[in-house]
């Protein structure tokens, strides 16, 4: 337990990935009021929404009226996604956008197909042209994300070499720039904690001095698991989503059952009952959490926001 880290710091991605998976629209002065909620809890970085095609995601077609609409309070950035260069573009021109650079990475073949129309080496090469956006608009890049590095429900099992040869593409493309944080995606909810020990290990092993994050979804209900497992291992930098939010529309789960992230609330009742810090104050975050709930009118998956949160006397 010597390796736990002393504060973690976890992206909220709520706002974006639990609206862009809810068949419903819902109206933009309530998902406003979620990212001020959230605003206020402490949360240091938001996802607001992505910059994507209305044909595809049309819950995110107000986008940019969504991020004109939302307070700004000092040192809370709220960010967006984008999978390509248009929608960067789009979010250049946004107001209240803060531009993170990120880069998209695959470790399956099938679901870049599925989600960007091309395979994973071609998506490395896309990304070469992302690297060179981001420095002409001056724009640091500031993590890499490899997707389905868990699993995938369209290719199947995924091997370490695949993640690692990602890994490799990021050092070499970064040998003599800051290196960005390397994120581990486990899109579709395969993840369990000994495969997240060894996935992790065998990037530290390859990465010795990246700093490593984690996106986990709780389709399996194992995200929690691999969450202290990541912890154990010294993991401190993680994004989630609030009252469980969310998932990717493109996963392909049987059923149609989505790809659901691990709970913000969760998390932080999590850490600081382990004498983790994380600069977030869990009874403001619980709020937003039943907002949330009440926005989108069912049951969301988040276990604190409903139990409560234990009174030590």
């Not at 073949?109 to 070469?128: E, K, P, S, V, Y």
């Not at 040998?175 to 994120?183: R, T």
């Amino acid at each position: 337990m010597s390796d736990l880290p002393s504060r973690i710091e976890i992206h909220e991605e709520g706002p974006r990935e639990g609206f862009q998976f809810e068949k419903a629209r819902f109206p933009l002065a309530d998902r406003i009021a979620l990212v001020n909620a959230l605003s206020r809890s402490g949360l240091k970085q938001i996802q607001v929404g992505s910059f994507v095609s209305p044909k595809h995601i049309p819950q995110m077609a107000d986008i940019a009226e969504l991020f004109g609409g939302i307070d700004k309070p000092h040192g809370v950035q709220h960010t967006a996604l984008w999978l390509n260069e248009k929608g960067f573009l789009r979010a250049q021109q946004t107001k209240n956008v803060d531009l993170k650079g990120i880069l998209l990475l695959y470790a399956s073949d099938a679901f870049a197909r599925q989600n960007n129309g091309c395979d994973a080496a071609q998506m490395r090469t896309r990304q070469d042209r992302w690297i060179e956006l981001y420095k002409k608009a001056g724009v640091a890049i500031e993590a890499v994300y490899v997707m389905t590095a868990f699993g995938c429900n369209l290719q199947g099992s995924i091997s370490v070499r695949h993640v690692l040869d990602n890994v490799q593409w990021i050092l070499d493309r970064f040998a003599d720039e800051k290196l960005p944080a390397i994120y581990l995606a486990d899109t579709v909810g395969w993840a369990v904690p000994t495969d997240v020990e060894r996935r992790i290990g065998a990037v530290r092993n390859h990465a010795p001095l990246a700093r490593i994050g984690l996106h986990l979804h709780d389709t399996r209900g194992a995200a929690m698991a691999s969450f202290f497992a990541a912890l154990r291992m010294g993991v401190d930098l993680f994004d989630s989503s609030v009252a469980g939010l969310g998932g990717c529309p493109f996963a392909g789960h049987a059923h149609g059952a989505p790809a659901g992230n691990i709970c913000t609330e969760d998390m932080v009742f999590m850490a600081h009952e382990m004498g983790i810090s994380t600069g977030i104050d869990l009874e403001m975050l619980v709020d937003a959490a039943r907002l949330a709930e009440r926005i989108v009118d069912h049951p969301l998956a988040g276990r604190i926001m409903h139990s409560g949160i234990p009174r030590r006397p």
